[in-house]
């Protein structure tokens, strides 16, 4: 493996000019810093340091231009900082953009985000969800699963910032940032907020304290990658370019969806001619445009052998007369062979909408993984493909208990099950038979992450 696919990295902070300040990453995951270039040639001091101690070191260039880019190398391969050589010309290069002008076909094995959000229920005046409806959570997973998707060979590193306003963030909010994207299989590039910052190089205990509590949480997630490995699962399918005009909409059905708790498998247009459909009852074709020939024709046998498709209004061939509607009436319903085609009477169509219609359209019945009282949950459901093993991601996004008992039902055949938390060894769940053949556990309280694991 690549050394840099092992990298945890950190941003260093640059008014940490201390060597001695290296000493907190001692038995911690963290493995690789990265700093802004400027600060990384002004100190060779901490480098050296940093070499002594096993680190790998990342410059970040332009860290207040309009497209950073970051420059990359393990520190043991790494040239003398204050070389006069260009630094492209002695560090491999990793893009460093927001994610719409990220080079998805770079050959650097790390993709870099740099405008992630900083996870949570959002709090924002006019934002929030309205009395009967879910509230609005900020979440890099969605994104993440399109990354890896897109992807699948690069490690995914998401930069989150937290909020300006440092006097309420707890080490639990830190524990939160790392669970939605470790848990989506990326790595969060961690920054530290000034007031911890100014509490950790002053040597302050409760800086301390809470150091020590980020960095166990950043051990639990490490120590579990491997359960990045296993496929995203899920009986509804997306297929877009996600980019362009197309890119907006069909990343806000992603999003959406996961916060609706479906899961769903994400299929790059370019790619999905010659993708698995198995196990697929729907797919939602996202973009505007029709089809190239081979992924259209791949999509009328998807149809004709019993599957449902979404798709827009210019959708072409479809038949002159519906043969109904959707419940809300806001789709036309064709029958094709032994399935359906369901094409929007608006164009383009509302994200939120069609995410709640490819639910209903399909039935919450054909969905392999149920959650009850949820609340602010969300959810990824991943496992192996022969369906053996699988594993269900929880993120509670309010950072409490939830005050209803919640349980999870799963149309799958499992025999076992246990709950990992970070906070202490897994639990084993009792397994409750359900009317439709499945299984339905009910979990017990936890604080911010669970995963719930299952064998057949």
């Keep these: 493996m690549q050394p840099s696919l092992a990298w945890v990295p950190m941003r260093w902070p640059s008014d940490w000019r201390d060597p001695a300040l290296l000493s907190l990453l001692k038995g911690s995951p963290i493995n690789c810093l990265v700093l802004d270039w400027a600060a990384a040639n002004a100190n060779n001091t901490l480098a050296e340091a940093a070499r002594a101690a096993g680190l790998a070191i990342v410059g970040l260039l332009g ?57 949570g229920v959002q709090l924002g005046q006019g934002e929030e969800a309205g009395p009967t409806g879910l509230p609005w959570i900020d979440s890099n997973g969605w994104w993440l699963r399109l990354a890896r998707a897109r992807a699948p060979e690069k490690v995914c590193w998401v930069a989150a910032e937290p909020p300006a306003d440092a006097s309420f963030i707890r080490a639990s909010h830190y524990a939160l940032a790392l669970a939605d994207t470790y848990a989506h299989g990326g790595r969060l590039l961690l920054s530290l907020d000034p007031k911890l910052r100014a509490g950790l190089a002053a040597r302050n205990e409760s800086a301390l304290d809470m150091w020590k509590a980020i ?22 399918g997306v297929i877009s370019s996600f980019a362009g005009e197309d890119e907006d909409f069909s990343g806000e059905i992603l999003n959406l969806l996961a916060r609706r708790g479906v899961p769903y498998r994400v299929y790059p247009k370019e790619r999905a001619a010659a993708a698995r459909f198995d196990g ?45 509607t959707d419940v809300y ?26 995410a709640g219609d490819a639910q209903l359209l399909l039935s919450f019945r054909n969905v392999p993984v149920r959650l009850f009282n949820t609340g602010t949950l969300n959810t990824f459901y991943t496992g192996t493909a022969d369906g053996r093993r699988a594993m ?36 084993a769940l009792d397994l409750a038979p359900t009317l439709d053949g499945g299984i339905e556990v009910h979990l017990p309280a936890f604080n911010l992450y669970a995963a719930v694991e299952l064998e057949a």
């Design 63 to 119: 860290a207040q231009a309009e497209a950073p880019v970051v420059a990359a190398a393990e520190l043991a391969g790494l040239a003398a900082l204050g070389s006069a050589e260009p630094v492209q010309t002695r560090l491999p290069v990793i893009p460093w953009e927001e994610k719409s002008r990220l080079r998805w076909d770079s050959a650097s094995p790390v993709l870099a985000a740099s405008d992630g959000v900083w996870p």
């Design 215 to 236: 960095m166990a949480a950043l051990a639990f997630f490490t120590t579990h990658e491997e359960w990045a490995g296993l496929e995203p699962q899920g009986t509804i």
């Design 280 to 324: 697929l009852l729907g797919i939602i074709y996202a973009d505007r445009s029709a089809p190239e020939a081979a992924l259209g024709a791949r999509l009328q046998h998807f149809m004709e052998n019993g599957g449902l498709l979404i798709a827009g209004a210019k959708w072409p061939n479809k038949p002159a007369v519906p043969s109904g």
């Design 329 to 354: 009436r806001r789709f036309d319903v064709h029958k094709i062979g032994k399935g359906r085609l369901a094409v929007s009477k608006e164009d383009p169509a509302d994200p939120f909408l069609v």
């Design 392 to 427: 269900l991601h929880i993120i509670n996004y309010a950072m409490r208990r939830f005050g209803h008992p919640a349980s999870v039902a799963f149309t799958g055949k499992f025999r076992t099950a246990k709950m990992w938390t970070p906070e202490g060894p897994a639990k």
